[in-house]
């Protein structure tokens, strides 16, 4: 609306010069309307000495006509061949020619130009409404991108990405388990604890790299797009590096002796793979989330039905190696004993839901060390809380000692609980 406002603008104030004239000389008795003298109309980048304004009523009133003419002018765009009063002359004559008016002389003389460029204010006003329709229009039926439309943009570049991490995470587990075979059964079967973490450092690479080709591609802010990296990219890499760490345990337990043993590794696999998952799982919906997009019970992509499970443990994991505890029963949901548990987390506080996403980054950050990121992130303090506070910093304010530093612990300790009770910290 704001172009045709500009329009609506410059209009009434093309009228107000024009109804000044009128009273100032009625009927033009005294032959002082402004008009104009153009130029010749095949000249398509005349000057400004081509386009001749008559006297007016005064030179007060042209200099007011003028200055009207070089802001519609601007409004219109002007290249540095024309002034941007001539660019609005121009207009206001091909204007007239288009329309057959009779404000124009033989082709040659706008009589009444102020009346003219109100009219031609009018007919710009109308079509920066139509095109704001149809803009209005077109978005509402645009369809969504969907995940195949993308995705072979981004595994692309995904192929390239993945390719150094993949490399320095082999040469890390190569190392690690030629330590692990020198010491023969005096050491460790497995390097489990390495392994979950370059599970998800590479969950987070695909992240990154997702992310940075849906910023490139303007849809980033597209919360199903989100959760598709999840579902569609992430979540198949996890269950892989699964698979794999899975056949290597096994391996590694029959080189060494210690067939007794997969039992117990492959159960912390499936914990570990459990909480890696919740965690991604729950980082895609706080995004989403803030892109507008209400909470997520149960999201159906078209073409990701099979999906469900995202959160759960693999189909091919053996029911042995499955923890007793903890047993998937559908997306964002396990089961504990009786009682139905959401593997994410959602608090109306921005405080919190900041603190979760810090927490799901940096598990192991002290509380001091929160209240800097919270800063640094720019997040405010609650308002119940700034009375209790001389400055709006956490860290300056925690490491007072006073009622903050209660209440921060209080709120960090709450989302850890959480994590904690949902298997999303260790």
Not at 171 to 181: G, Q, R, Y
Not at 239 to 254: C, L, Q, V, Y
Not at 313 to 333: A, F
């Amino acid at each position: 609306m704001e172009r045709a406002e500009a329009w609506r603008v410059l209009g009434e104030r093309f009228r107000a010069l024009r109804n000044e004239e009128v009273n100032r000389d009625p009927g033009n008795r005294g032959d002082s309307w402004l008009l104009v003298y153009c130029p010749d109309f095949e000249d398509a980048v005349s000057q400004s000495s081509d386009w001749t304004l008559g006297r007016g009523v005064d030179k007060g009133f042209k200099g007011r006509f003028e200055l009207e003419a070089t802001k519609a002018g601007i409004a219109l765009g002007f290249s540095e061949a024309l002034t941007p009063r001539d660019v609005w002359l121009r207009q206001v004559l091909h204007d007239l020619r288009e329309s057959d008016d009779d404000l124009l002389f033989v082709n040659a003389i706008i009589k009444q130009i102020c009346e003219a460029s109100a009219r031609s204010c009018t007919r710009l006003e109308r079509l920066a409404l139509e095109e704001e329709a149809r803009l209005k229009a077109s978005q509402s039926t645009r369809k969504p991108t969907t995940w195949e439309e993308i995705e072979p943009f981004l595994s692309r570049r995904l192929t390239n990405d993945l390719l150094d991490i993949g490399n320095r995470h082999g040469k890390e587990m190569h190392s690690e388990v030629l330590a692990i075979t020198a010491r023969g059964n005096s050491g460790t079967l497995y390097p489990l604890e390495l392994a979950v973490k370059q599970m998800d450092e590479y969950a987070e690479q695909i992240y990154k790299t997702c992310l940075e080709g849906l910023e490139i591609r303007g849809l980033a802010q597209e919360p199903l797009l989100l959760r598709a990296v999840y579902q569609r990219a992430i979540l198949p890499a996890l269950t892989a590096r699964f698979g794999a760490i899975s056949s290597a345990i096994e391996s590694a337990a029959n080189a060494l002796g210690q067939s007794a043993n997969i039992g117990a590794y492959q159960g912390e696999l499936v914990r570990s793979l459990l909480r890696v998952k919740s965690k991604w799982d729950n980082k895609i919906e706080i995004a989403a989330q803030e892109c507008g997009f209400p909470r997520r019970t149960e999201v159906v992509l078209r073409g990701v039905e099979g999906a469900h499970s995202a959160v759960g443990v693999p189909e091919s994991v053996p029911d042995s190696v499955q923890p007793k505890e903890l047993t998937p029963v559908g997306r964002g949901i396990a089961r504990r004993g009786n009682a139905r548990l959401k593997t994410y987390l959602s608090y109306r506080s921005p405080l919190k839901r900041q603190i979760l996403r810090l927490l799901s980054q940096y598990p192991e950050e002290k509380n001091i060390g929160m209240a800097v990121r919270l800063d640094e992130d720019g997040i405010e303090m609650p308002k119940s809380w700034r009375g209790k506070c001389a400055t709006r910093s956490f860290e300056e304010e925690y490491k007072r000692g006073g009622k903050i530093t209660a209440s921060l612990d209080s709120a960090i300790s709450k989302v850890r609980r959480d994590m904690r009770h949902r298997e999303m910290l260790g």
